[in-house]
């Protein structure tokens, strides 16, 4: 099992910048692929950005690409989120999430272990 903990949220600005963290526990981190989804109130959760199943390449949602980039320290056991040029549209609660098989990035439904959630809120 996979233990995932989200930080780094908060209130920003439009335009400003925040960068997101997410420690997970145990030693198989690596066997895992990574992914970031958020939730605004009253939508569906989106996929925001994800690793595919070998790690050499990083995927994004249209409305993030080219603001948001995912990386990864695995001697940290963590996956970060940097996320440049805000908008008061990415006000949402983001997500981690790891997935054990080579499946579908961008379904929240393949992804087996989630985190609690870190609330991001982009002021106008």
């Known amino acids: 099992q996979v233990q995932l903990v989200e930080s780094g949220g908060g209130l920003v600005q439009a335009g400003g910048s925040l960068r997101l963290s997410c420690a997970a526990s145990?030693?198989?981190?690596?066997?895992?692929?990574m992914g970031w989804f958020r939730q605004a109130p009253g939508k569906e959760r989106e996929f925001v950005a994800a690793?595919?199943?070998?790690?050499?390449?990083?995927y994004y949602a249209d409305s993030v690409k080219g603001r948001f980039t995912i990386s990864r320290d695995n001697a940290k056991n963590t996956v970060y989120l940097q996320m440049n040029s805000l908008k008061p549209e990415d006000t949402a609660v983001y997500y981690c999430a790891a997935r054990a098989y080579n499946r579908d990035y961008d379904k929240d439904y393949e992804y087996d272990y989630w985190g609690q959630g870190t609330q991001v809120t982009v002021s106008s």
């Open positions: 145990g030693r198989t981190f690596r066997s895992y692929a």
């Open positions: 690793f595919s199943w070998s790690g050499h390449s990083t």
